[in-house]
């Protein structure tokens, strides 16, 4: 399929290595993929779901030692300590070729080892990257297929250039022995013994971010962990906005939102280009512009259901892989808490084993059908709400940028940064309660800059540095804010209704973009004007209300200032002198 003697290099090197007993290039073709997924099935990876129900659509159960990232197995590698420490688990990387080739050597015998070309982003755009991912798995096969552009066309926009590596063997699916390596300065992946998503679809935080924002520093470019929402107003102008959320803070809901009814009226829709991951390039006209270099959704399934998310829902009900969610034996279609209160009487768990519904208890993940990070991944096109300007080449051009977290009482709802400087230390201050996504504890509030803490795949200092050099090359730059949906009262109740409404706030936003409203100056940035935000409609939110939620406790930043101290100190002398001048003149002003 390719003489890119690079590519033949790299596959000749595996074989050699995990010695598989077949090799087998993945074409794209409809045809291939259909026999890939009757393999599938007849191997019992894979169970075939009611194809009038749910057509094209198969549930997979990962081993239940095996269901999220794991962060703790999760390096970058490279040749000097603090071009990835402190922050990211680091090992040099001849140590880590050596402790890994011993980990392959011979891993495939028996199986087949898959040739994955895919481009992230659209095929043969200049915004685009190409990566081999050479697996065992053909469940990683299929998923790829929905997240990546995949095929032959690939290879065609390759030519004989050079190209991301990514070496994949579930192999014995052992805790003890899973890695998942980096080597930023090698364009080089190597992952074993895992077989869930985030650690083996190479293609997507580990290119896509680890490596890309490597690429990103070297070449002038950003890779971000940032949804990408288009906001049309009535007049049919569209404005993009980039943002950036730890998980289960409302990501993937933004990205595919719906105005709430009075806005709809008026004639507001909102495009989703991406809700994952943006890579961010300075165009020709000065601006920032942003792609989508996916091509599917990979998303959390419990909690995703009509109300909170239909986009989500609708995308999911063809063509998808569902992973570790409830199978309803009577209907031979799935299941997860969050999607309506009709649990299957007649059901399987995620660990395979037969479901009493009646014993679950919300307190108690154990009883869970579904696994609290149960997954779905679905092609983009399924999505409802999809931006024509899904595949435009340069991507689209950027108003804002907002970064968000969930705080009960210290961050307003809404505010702007003072500059671009300033909006980059108020991404480097995020933080936010943990999540099931990754493995560990959950509910603990940590620093998240940028929501890239997990896939910054070099020494975070630099990391901050890159974006206060991207902001001297940017000639029209978009304004940066941070939202807070999760701030909450006295009694713990959740003051602002979120969702749908979070448009209200997102108008806010391009209404300060453009200039059509002020803002009150306080020490940590631009607060709107309470008669700004519009609540016409809104029951349960009063003047009162949205004055409690944009406003500034003055000692619980204070004791914020101290934690964003220590943050910064634990991150070492890369951490730029801009950044600790940001918090010293945060430090001054709220102290008069």
Known sequence: MTTNKKVLD????????????????????????????????????????????????????TTINDVARVEGRTFICSKKKEDSAPINNWMETSEALDMLNGLFKGVMKGRTMYVIPYSMGAVGSKFSKIGIELTDSIYVVLNMAIMTRVGKNVLDALGDGDFIKGLHSYAELSEEKRYICHFPEENLIMSINSNYGGNVLLGKKCFALRIASFLGKNEGWMAEHMLILGIENPKGEVKYVAAAFPSACGKTNLAMLIPPQIYKEKGYKCWCVGDDIAWIRVGEDGRLWAVNPENGFFGVAPGTNMKS????????????????????????????????????????????????????????KSTCGAHPNSRFTAPTVNCPCLSSEFEAPNGVPLSAIIFGGRRAKTAPLVYESKDW???????????????????????????????????????????????????????NQPKIFNVNWFRTDDEGNFMWPGFGDNLRVLDWIL??????????????????????????????????????????????????VKGIKEFYDSIGERVPAELYNQLQALKEKLEK
């Open 309 to 364: 998310n239909p986009n989500a829902l609708l995308s999911t009900m063809k063509n998808t892989i569902f992973t570790n969610v409830v199978e309803d034996l009577d209907n031979g279609t799935v299941w997860w808490e969050g999607l309506d209160n009709n649990p299957p009487k007649n059901a399987i768990n995620w660990k395979g084993e037969k479901w009493d519904y009646t014993k679950y208890d919300k307190k108690d």
């Open 10 to 61: 790299f596959i000749r090197e595996t074989q050699e290595l995990c010695q598989p007993d077949n090799i087998v290039w993945v074409d794209g073709s409809e045809e291939q993929l259909e026999a890939f997924r009757k393999q599938a099935v007849e191997e019992n990876i894979l169970i075939k779901l009611n194809q009038e129900k749910l057509p094209g659509c198969y549930l997979h159960r």
């Open 421 to 475: 400087n300033n909006g980059v230390f108020v991404g480097s201050i995020m933080a936010s309660e943990t999540t099931a996504a990754a493995t560990g504890a959950v509910g603990v509030v940590r620093r998240d800059p940028m929501a890239m803490r997990p896939f910054i795949g070099y020494n975070m200092g630099d990391y901050f540095n890159h974006w206060i050099e991207m902001g001297k090359k940017v000639k």
């Open 511 to 560: 209404d300060r973009c453009e200039g059509k409203v002020d803002a009150k100056e306080t020490a940590i940035g631009y607060v709107p004007n309470v008669e700004d935000i519009n609540i016409a409609g809104l029951e349960d939110v009063s003047k009162e209300t949205i004055e409690e939620l944009l406003s500034i406790d003055k000692e619980s930043w204070l004791e914020e």
